[in-house]
Structure formats: structure tokens, C-alpha cells
């Protein structure tokens, strides 16, 4: 079956019957991960987000989402090494609900969680964290998993209310990154958004206000602010990519490849 929601292989309901002897055991490893560049974020992640990795934005079916630029290389992560482990200080939480999701009934708007069967952790040996006791009842980790989804959707939910907004003041553009490696080899990123300083500058002082008060301005601000972090992102990318074969770093959209060792974004 082919991936789902970047990260999920597999995705099947959670069912009392199915999974009644199913077990959890969670590990460090973020191995599922390692071919992610880009992954979506909530608001309020925004904060601790910005201090490692540029925030973005990107169109997608379901309209405009902020994303945390993890690698500027086609289906790599350099935060995750090779060992597996993740060499960041903020884990995203669309990674850290892993192997569990919120996933729509067809023809309703019913969230049903759902658990990613290819996930190595899952075992019918009692080794790890049960879904459901003896008596077909919900654990109390599998309460706190559903708290922690539906809390992520909620987020989610809300943080798709600001992207609309931001589309519809027409404050964001198309943006890329050029990136020159070490050997001198240039080559370039497209295919994101950010938003533009000058059409930010250039609304009426209503509408700036407006901004304020819902908190969006400050959302923005952080956005900006992270995009400080794209020449850090391109280095780290470079060292992750050493430790792999060399690939062409020609001009390629944001989920495409790109190692770099200094970079500018237009």
C-alpha cells in the first residue's frame, strides 16, 4: 500500500475486536521519519519550531498549511541519524502521534482514530503499552493517545483558520531558496510561500490591528524570524548528506533535493 500522511503505511481504524491483544511498545527510534523534508505544523508549535527550522507554508487539496523545513534534499531528514535517533530539541507533534492518527469517515465529517499497522512497535506479547484490557475496555494509555490526537486536531483545525485568513489578506507569495555547496556547485529550492513583508506593511492599519488582536501577528512574526534559520538548515543538511552518496542538486521544488552549505531565499 502506498504511504499515507507522509509517515503512516498502513492506516486502519483502531477496533476493540481487532486490536483487543494489541500492544504499543514505543522506542527512540524516528527511523519513519527519515525521508520526511518537510512536515506540518500547529500554532502552537510555532515558538519552539522557529529557533531550528524555517517555517513555511504550502498549498495543498485542503487549502494552505505551515510546514517545519527539516532537510533541503529529496527524502531526507537531517535531524534524524543514522542511527535513527533524532538529533533536534523539538520533536514535531505530527511525529511524535506516531503510529496513531484522526482520519474522516468517507462521506462524513466522523474523526475515527486509526493506527498505522506498519508500525514495528505494535505486538500481541503484552510487550509495551495495551489498547484495550482483558474485558475489551479502553486502557488509560489509550484515553491519553485519544486526548493527544483530538487535542492535535483541534490545533490543527485552528491553525488552518489562520492560513485562511492569511490567503485571504493576500499576504503571501512565492518564495525559493539558492544554495551554493562547498565544491561550489549552485542549485535552488521553489515550490513554497512565505509571507511578504512589504504586502504586510502595506495594510490598512484596521486590518494590522485585526492581526494583533487574534494573535495571527504574532504568528507571522515568528514566521519571519525563522526563516533566519535557513543558512543553519542547509549546513546541517550538508553534513547529513556527507555521510551519503552525492545526488545533483539542479533546481528543484520544496520536496525535492538540495544540499547546501550557504543559502539565500528571494
Known amino acids: 500500500m ?9 492506516v486502519v481504524p483502531v477496533n476493540r475486536q481487532v486490536h483487543q491483544k494489541t500492544s504499543v511498545s514505543r522506542t527512540s527510534s524516528f527511523g ?27 498549498r495543498t487539496e485542503t487549502g494552505v498549511v505551515p510546514l ?8 531526507s531528514n537531517a535531524f534524524v541519524d543514522a542511527n535513527d535517533s533524532w538529533t533536534g530539541r523539538y520533536v514535531p507533534a505530527f511525529f511524535r502521534r506516531y503510529p496513531f492518527v ?4 468517507e462521506g462524513s465529517d466522523q ?41 492535535y486536531q483541534a490545533t490543527f483545525n485552528r491553525t488552518q483558520g489562520f492560513c485562511d485568513r492569511l490567503e485571504e489578506a493576500g499576504l503571501l507569495e512565492e518564495a525559493r531558496i539558492d544554495f551554493t555547496l562547498a565544491d561550489g556547485t ?28 487574534s494573535g495571527d501577528l504574532d504568528l507571522i512574526q515568528i514566521h519571519m524570524l ?7 538548515l542547509v549546513t546541517k543538511t550538508a553534513s547529513a548528506a556527507a555521510e551519503a552518496p552525492a545526488e545533483d542538486t539542479s533546481e528543484e521544488t520544496l520536496e525535492d533535493k538540495a544540499d547546501a552549505a550557504e543559502a539565500s531565499v528571494h
Not at 519513519?32 to 529557533?51: G, K, L, Q, T
Not at 503499552?129 to 479502553?138: A, K, Q, V, Y
Not at 513554497?192 to 485585526?210: H, M
Not at 526563516?227 to 543553519?232: D, K, L, P, R, V
Open 102 to 105: 484522526f482520519a474522516a469517515q
Open 186 to 213: 549552485k542549485g535552488g529550492i521553489t515550490g513554497f510561500l512565505r509571507v511578504s513583508n512589504e504586502k504586510l506593511r502595506a495594510l490598512p492599519d484596521e486590518e494590522i490591528t485585526k492581526l494583533f488582536r
Open 111 to 151: 474523526m475515527t482514530l486509526c493506527l498505522d499497522e506498519g508500525y514495528a512497535g505494535l505486538n500481541t506479547d503484552d510487550k509495551g503499552e495495551r489498547l484495550f484490557d482483558s474485558e475489551g475496555t479502553e486502557t488509560t494509555y489509550l484515553r491519553s493517545v485519544l486526548q493527544f490526537v483530538e487535542e
Open 68 to 75: 517545519a523545513l527539516l532537510s533541503t534534499q529529496k527524502d
Open 2 to 10: 502506498t504511504k499515507q500522511l507522509l509517515i503512516y503505511d498502513n
Open 32 to 58: 519513519f521519519a527519515r525521508d520526511v523534508n518537510a512536515v506540518p505544523i500547529v500554532d502552537v508549535e510555532f515558538p519552539r519550531a522557529c529557533v531550528e527550522t524555517p517555517i513555511v507554508f504550502s
Open 226 to 232: 525563522s526563516m533566519q534559520q535557513i543558512e543553519a
